[in-house]
């Protein structure tokens, strides 16, 4: 039904019996008082009309303007629009980072700093966004069982990740075209993650050449690596990453086939070019455009563009030719073959079901993360969390397990490591702050993450991540019949 017909007509509407004596406008007796209601009437209308046009309108400028974002954690947290929506409460999202208390307030940061088109890239999911709603909602799955009177007055968040110490149980995931972020973001988050104490993994779509990452002083190097082009490509990758002090190899292989990310393909005109309104919302962005390609120049695959047609060197083309030339038929064999050429640690990312995982552990890798990619990949895809329990239990002690997506909290990664996890990767979390300041803003990410475990253990009655087991947490599902079971 349209909204003329659903509109309640005057004519028809029973009138009180006083006002049904009163003479209106039909025979002009009281034709004034009748034009003077009329007309008060269409002024508010108009006005409603115009207040809510104006509102409308405006939306894309008061997301820009206050400091503040309104809060949102529904399902359709991906969506910039969302933020324009409503409440009293609201993340920080001026540019002040001291005033960041939560990865959120970073998100807002980095929301109001970027383009439409970045903050889709950054935010979107496949399809209909499900498999990434999923991630949040199997993190909200699980409840608390706090142990009381434990002497939680000395606590460590720190664990052992292939035989070395890191100082929290995190490792920064990694993402590609981080140079649409901020200059050199892959340099930045580095930078962060060795200061933080974590683990840094480099994509094979990042913006920042391999042999300048590797300098950054204390830091732990993981590369990784997608199977595309032919094998020279493959071979120059690893041994480079060998060359430049690599502690880990990841092979990610859920992205073998790119996966739909619709909300950012609203924004393109093809998938070489951003369309009109993207151009005209990236000039709306100062900051993101005089620190970002107006000084520095649009960014580029520094570690693989040697690989592309000349005629396919810029951004946009070079990442649409890459994803073209992915190897389809991905296979064990080849996964087995890399192992024998590469003698440090092996990770095998994008992994979702316990067979894949066991058949990790038996061509001999050193760890499974367990992984949708952030929810971008294959839409409806099942939670990492949902499937974490069983592969702990299939593998038992023989991998080290990394599990990611919507880790965004200290809570967040506690759950994670109950359930069976070692660490857990961080992505667009640490992503916001670095969209949000750079080196400062990826360092407070983890700062908060750090913060916010430590707070967390002491709640929780546990003195350290290692501790951490399943009785900790139940299902809120199974509350009741857990609750009179786990005494
Ligand atoms: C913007 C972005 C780019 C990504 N690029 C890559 C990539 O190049 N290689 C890769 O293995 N995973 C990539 N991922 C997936 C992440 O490594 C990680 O699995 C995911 O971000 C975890 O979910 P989270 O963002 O909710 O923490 C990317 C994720 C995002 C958000």
Redesign the pocket.
């Known amino acids: 039904m349209d909204q003329i017909e659903q509109m309640p007509m005057p004519t028809t509407a029973p009138e009180p019996a006083s006002q049904a004596r009163a003479p209106n406008g039909l025979d002009g007796s009281n034709r004034t008082s009748w034009q003077g209601g009329a007309a008060v009437a269409a002024l508010a209308m108009s006005a409603g009309v115009l207040a809510l046009a104006a509102r409308s309108s405006s939306r894309g400028f008061w997301r820009a303007a206050p400091s503040f974002a309104p809060a949102d954690r529904t399902l359709a947290w991906a969506s910039p629009a969302v933020l324009a929506s409503n409440p009293r409460r609201r993340f920080y999202a001026g540019t002040n980072l001291g005033r960041a208390v939560t990865v959120e307030d970073l998100r807002a940061m980095a929301h109001r700093r970027l383009p439409g088109f970045v903050t889709e890239?950054?935010?979107a999911g496949g399809e209909d966004e499900a498999a990434?709603a999923r991630?949040i909602a199997a993190l909200a799955e699980w409840r608390f069982l706090h142990r009381s009177m434990v002497d939680v007055s000395h606590r460590d968040v720190s664990t052992t990740l292939f035989g070395r110490k890191t100082e929290i149980p995190v490792a920064v995931?990694?993402?590609?075209?981080?140079g649409l972020f901020w200059p050199h973001a892959d340099l930045r988050l580095a930078q962060a993650a060795a200061e933080a104490g974590v683990p840094f993994?480099q994509?094979?779509?990042?913006n920042d050449l391999m042999s300048r990452v590797a300098q950054v002083p204390g830091l732990r190097y993981w590369w990784?690596l997608?199977v595309f082009g032919p094998t020279e490509v493959r071979n120059t990758l690893i041994s480079r990453a060998r060359e430049n002090g690599c502690e880990a190899l990841?092979v990610?292989v859920?992205?073998q086939v790119y996966g739909n990310r619709e909300w950012h393909h609203r924004t393109m005109s093809s998938p070489t070019a951003i369309n009109w309104s993207s151009r005209f919302d990236a000039l709306m962005h100062p900051d993101w455009l005089a620190r970002g390609i107006l000084t520095h120049g649009m960014p580029s695959f520094e570690n693989v563009v040697e690989f592309v047609p000349k005629d396919k060197r810029s951004l946009f083309k070079s990442a649409h030719w890459i994803r073209s030339q992915m190897d389809k038929a991905l296979s064990w064999d080849l996964i087995s073959r890399i192992r024998e050429s590469w003698p440090r640690k092996l990770i095998i990312?994008?992994l979702l079901t316990v067979e894949d995982c066991v058949r990790a552990a038996e061509i001999g890798a050193d760890a499974v993360?367990i992984?949708?990619?952030?929810?971008?990949q294959l839409d409806w895809a099942v939670a990492p969390l949902d499937l974490l329990p069983a592969v702990r239990q299939a593998l038992g002690d023989r991998l080290t397990i990394l599990v990611?997506?919507?880790?965004?909290r200290g809570t967040d990664i506690i759950k994670a490591l109950a359930l069976g996890a070692d660490a857990v990767?961080?992505?667009?979390?640490v992503?916001y702050g670095v969209a949000a300041a750079g080196r400062k803003g990826a360092k407070r990410a983890l700062d908060i993450l750090r913060e916010e475990l430590d707070r967390d253990l002491g709640l929780l009655g546990v003195r350290s991540v290692d501790e951490l087991n399943p009785r900790l947490l139940v299902r809120a599902s199974e509350l009741r019949k857990a609750g009179a079971e786990l005494h």
Request: proline share 2%.
């Open positions: 890239y950054l935010e990434l991630n995931a990694p993402t590609g075209f981080n993994a994509s094979t779509m990042s990784q997608y990841i990610t859920d992205a990312k994008g993360a992984s949708n990619h952030g929810g971008r990611d997506g919507g880790m965004r990767f961080v992505g667009r979390a992503l």
